[in-house]
């Protein structure tokens, strides 16, 4: 996949797996019903995926479609469906970069989907950002996000500043300010992997990495000691968070943003979901921005991914059912449903009932303030991990800055072999 500044439009087993959610399903399908199974790891909008199977079967009576969510060890029960021969016919990739796709390419088991309506419905720049080096396009992006700091205007008003500050030096200075009124500056989810790395480290090394950097280090030609840089962010947060945020999770972290205890949370919009129904109000006066790891301000750009790539397998006419899946979906009666049910940020400017966060996203990306580069779809499969891990080792002062990075070198090439 090729580096690229998005601009969005506005927008396993053989046996019944524990934890495994599943919806749709006709109670009588006809005997020859194209069989179409849709497996998943996003709990959030499994119930607006069956709503829309459901709908879509209606129309589509040849059609007999599941939907699965899984939400801890996908990509186990996903590998072990595929040794067994059992692919779902549309399933989530949660690296969506060639590294971790091309074997499934070079085998056969994924079907490109150039010709799917509603690939041909996606900008350029978006497209771009799925077409593989083989030119072909084996993802339909459905799901957007947004990764970068919820602040709170009314304490950052009060704080002083109309605006968030710009630059890395100016955030030193708000959290100096915050802090003496009382206010930690940020609410930390340290004891979440996925919290610190996904959402600070993963931000930091997309600012700082060469478009290059991942066919590099394949290569043997870099080192994370390149992105050194990205610690003056990260150590800012750590000496600004609350007390003790190494053994927070996430919902007690949104739990004391919710309470005004903090004035910035590191999460995306899900994080504002889940304050919903927890404190609408402070949702209400929030928004969503950059992280500022340089004193550049167009380094503070949102960051922008897509929170749900779907490949496609199986036969001929499960991957036309598929087509017209999606298409129902973006551009036919499905669209409806997605508003009300999935009601998510997305790649075809489906619109939907926005909270101030999801608002401030948007504004953004109908701006073109926005980026989005493609470093981490490019690492090894499950990196997510490795990068989480690494910056906890690091926030708990068990490995210093350059024995961080020098392991993430050594486990990168690990992966490789």
């Known amino acids: ?44 909008v499994h119930d607006g995926y069956n709503e829309l199977a459901k709908a879509f079967m209606a129309q589509n009576p040849d059609v007999n479609m599941t939907v699965e969510m899984l939400t801890t060890e996908y990509n186990t029960v996903l590998r072990s469906r595929d040794a067994a021969g059992q692919l779902p016919q549309i399933w989530a990739a949660s690296t969506p970069g060639e590294g971790a796709l091309m074997p499934f390419v070079n085998e056969g088991k994924i079907a490109p989907v150039n010709d799917f309506a509603v690939v041909g419905s996606l900008s350029d720049s978006i497209r771009e950002s799925v077409t593989f080096s083989d030119g072909n396009v084996y993802l339909v992006p459905l799901l957007t996000t947004a990764r970068g700091i919820i602040y709170n205007k009314e304490i950052f008003s009060k704080a002083g500043y109309d605006s968030f500050p710009a630059t890395l030096d100016e955030l030193k200075q708000a959290c100096e300010k915050i802090s003496a009124m009382g ?10 992997g996925w919290a610190v790395g996904s959402n600070i480290y993963q931000i930091g090394h997309e600012v700082f990495a060469s478009a290059d950097f991942a066919q590099r280090m394949n290569a043997g030609e870099a080192s994370h000691m390149e992105i050194m840089e990205i610690f003056g962010f990260i150590d800012l947060v750590r000496d600004n968070s609350q007390p003790g945020f190494m053994s927070t999770d996430f919902m007690s972290s949104v739990v004391l943003y919710a309470q005004e205890q903090a004035a910035m949370i590191i999460q995306g919009p899900w994080a504002a979901d889940a304050m919903m129904d927890l404190a609408p109000g402070v949702v209400a006066k929030s928004a969503m921005t950059g992280l500022p790891f340089t004193n550049n301000p167009s380094d503070s750009y949102l960051y922008i991914d897509f929170d749900a790539y779907f490949a496609v397998s199986g ?29 998510s940020l997305n790649a075809f400017g489906i619109p939907f009932e926005a909270h101030a966060v999801n608002e401030s996203i948007l504004k953004q990306s109908e701006a073109g303030t926005v980026i989005g580069a493609m470093q981490y779809a490019n690492a090894p499969d499950g990196w997510w991990q490795n990068q989480g891990t690494a910056m906890q080792e690091y926030l708990m002062g068990a490995v210093t800055k350059e024995q961080m990075l020098r392991n993430l070198d050594s486990e990168w090439k690990s992966m490789l072999d």
């Open 1 to 44: 996949m090729k580096k690229t500044i998005l601009v969005l439009i506005a927008v396993i087993m053989l046996v019944p797996t524990a934890g495994i959610f599943a919806g749709g399903a006709r109670d009588e399908a006809p005997a020859d019903a194209v069989r179409v199974n849709l497996f998943h790891y996003k709990d959030i």
């Open 315 to 343: 036969s001929p006419e499960q991957v036309a059912a598929a087509d017209r899946f999606f298409d129902f979906v973006v551009n036919g009666d499905g669209r409806a449903i997605f508003s009300e049910e999935v009601r």
């Open 183 to 192: 206010v930690h500056p940020f609410a930390t989810a340290g004891a979440e």
